[in-house]
């Protein structure tokens, strides 16, 4: 079901809401004209790029740590030639950004991220946060305050290697929060940011208010276990059968050569600190896609945000049978169609002036 119009009351946006929720994809805000298939086309379709897909590692530098970061594009690039829109992926509080958005699930389908919106024709870039993966693991804890420091460094290096100075950035969960928190930090940055599984105030939601009960540890500790069982959790908890088993294993298989533990300072974060975004200093477009089971996301919390957002070039999408792990779900290609249709949004024209 689509919805059109920014200026919707909260209440009818909740209560219009609630149908799609059990019937379909939900989209408040600025929409494309509705395509003849509804969830447009799928992602072997012949116009997508065929090419081979180029990679790359960088390495960005923050202080005295070393912050890795990933590239995948259709041809390698060449500065200055051949630009593309670049796309920034920012990974969550449990897993490292390959992991998260480049995983193979062989013989299950594609569940790459970084090969889907390569293949539509971006620039598509990514980064471990200090603390996991292959980037320096400091003592601290890893905060979003930290991961804002963290984008701005990688930033910096994906405006030397592109040529470019404005970017759109996706990031998921806590890495929603990071990427908000950037955009308020730096507009000058922005171009379109897509906010996925974001949380605003935590008001209403289940798992934050189970976490709370860690706080104690979460402030005593600054990495806390994050094992096989911690990992499948994250595609149970919400709602079983959102997922395929294999894509559980496949993450764990893959995260878990970078250790038993990850930072704690998301989680520290998000459940004694919330709000951290203010929706009124994010200037930019805004896509926001929460799926229907979401157990962080609650839907009049971020409702509320989405309310409150000043550019009224903003969506709100609602991804049906998937729960908060909605890029490695079921119903993941429901997410690369409203994501692409965002990023791809033809110019806004304004209105002729009257003589």
Not at 18 to 42: C, D, N, Q, S, T
Not at 49 to 77: F, T
Not at 145 to 163: C, F, N, S, W
Not at 300 to 328: C, M, Q, T
Request: net charge positive.
């Amino acid at each position: 079901m689509t919805i059109t119009g920014s200026n919707l009351s909260r209440r009818s946006l909740l209560k219009s809401a609630a149908p799609a929720i059990a019937g379909g994809l939900a989209a408040i805000g600025a929409i494309r004209p509705a395509a003849a298939a509804p969830f447009g086309p799928a992602p072997e379709a012949a116009s997508l790029e065929r090419g081979k897909i180029w990679s790359g590692e960088y390495w960005a530098h923050r202080g005295d740590l070393k912050l890795y970061m990933y590239r995948k594009r259709v041809g390698a690039p060449k500065l200055g030639k051949e630009t593309r829109p670049v796309l920034f992926l920012t990974h969550g509080s449990s897993v490292s950004s390959r992991s998260t958005f480049d995983l193979t699930v062989p013989g299950h389908g594609e569940y790459s991220l970084m090969d889907v919106f390569a293949r539509y024709g971006f620039d598509v870039w990514t980064m471990d946060f200090a603390g996991y993966g292959r980037s320096s693991w400091p003592k601290d804890n890893s905060n979003i305050a930290d991961g804002v420091l963290d984008l701005t460094a990688g930033t910096e290096v994906m405006a030397r290697e592109t040529g470019q100075e404005r970017f759109n950035y996706y990031g998921e969960s806590s890495g929603a929060l990071r990427a908000g928190a950037f955009a308020m930090a730096h507009p000058e940055r922005m171009n379109r940011l897509c906010l996925v599984s974001f949380t605003y105030t935590g008001k209403g939601s289940p798992t934050l208010g189970k976490r709370a009960e860690m706080a104690p540890y979460l402030r005593a500790h600054n990495r806390r276990p994050r094992d096989r069982k911690m990992i499948d959790s994250i595609f149970t908890r919400d709602k079983p059968g959102t997922s395929d088993p294999a894509v559980a294993k496949a993450l764990a298989d893959t995260e878990l050569k970078y250790g038993d533990t990850c930072p704690t300072g998301t989680y520290l974060d998000m459940v004694t600190k919330l709000p951290i975004v203010d929706p009124l200093k994010v200037l930019c477009p805004v896509l926001i896609m929460r799926g229907q089971y979401d157990g962080i996301a609650a839907l009049p919390d971020v409702l509320d945000f989405y309310e409150k957002l000043p550019n009224f070039d903003r969506w709100f999408v609602i991804i049906p049978g998937a729960s908060h792990a909605v890029a490695l779900g079921t119903n993941r290609r429901l997410l690369w169609h409203a994501m692409h249709s965002f990023l791809d949004e033809p110019r806004r024209l304004d209105a002729p002036k009257q003589d």
